[in-house]
Nanobody
């Protein structure tokens, strides 16, 4: 089992910024080569990819947040941070931290579909008012 502890989130006006963070721990935590990042969900829709850090450190993000959101990883604390700038009302959602184990043949290299994630956090709410 991998525990994902999320922090941050809250309410902000459009154009503002917020940062959310997620710390990984637990007996199944690989310590290296994993993928970790964020999905978001609004009622009635499936989880949408926001951004992730792949096993070798590359980052990837969804089209709707490119240029506005930045994901980073603190290796010393096993924490990923998502800095969200220029927030829009349509960014309002429940943001979930997600973790994918390393691949059988090497570091995790797959990010983008919620079905491919192995562990989830409980979610942190982000609300952007117009």
């Amino acid at each position: 089992q991998v525990q994902l502890q999320e922090s941050g989130g809250g309410s902000v006006q459009a154009g503002g910024s917020l940062e959310i963070s997620c710390n990984a721990s637990g007996p199944d935590f690989s310590g290296d080569g994993y993928c970790m990042g964020w999905f978001r969900q609004v009622p009635g829709k499936p989880k949408e990819n926001v951004a992730g850090v792949l096993g070798l450190g590359a980052t990837t993000s969804g089209d709707s947040v490119k240029g506005r959101f930045t994901i980073s990883k603190d290796h010393a604390t096993n924490t990923v941070h998502l800095l969200m700038n220029s927030l829009k009302p349509e960014d309002t959602a429940l943001y979930y931290c997600a973790y994918r184990r390393p691949e059988r043949y090497g570091p995790c290299s797959l990010w983008g579909r919620y079905q491919d994630m192995h562990f989830w956090g409980q979610g942190t709410e982000v609300h952007v008012s117009s």
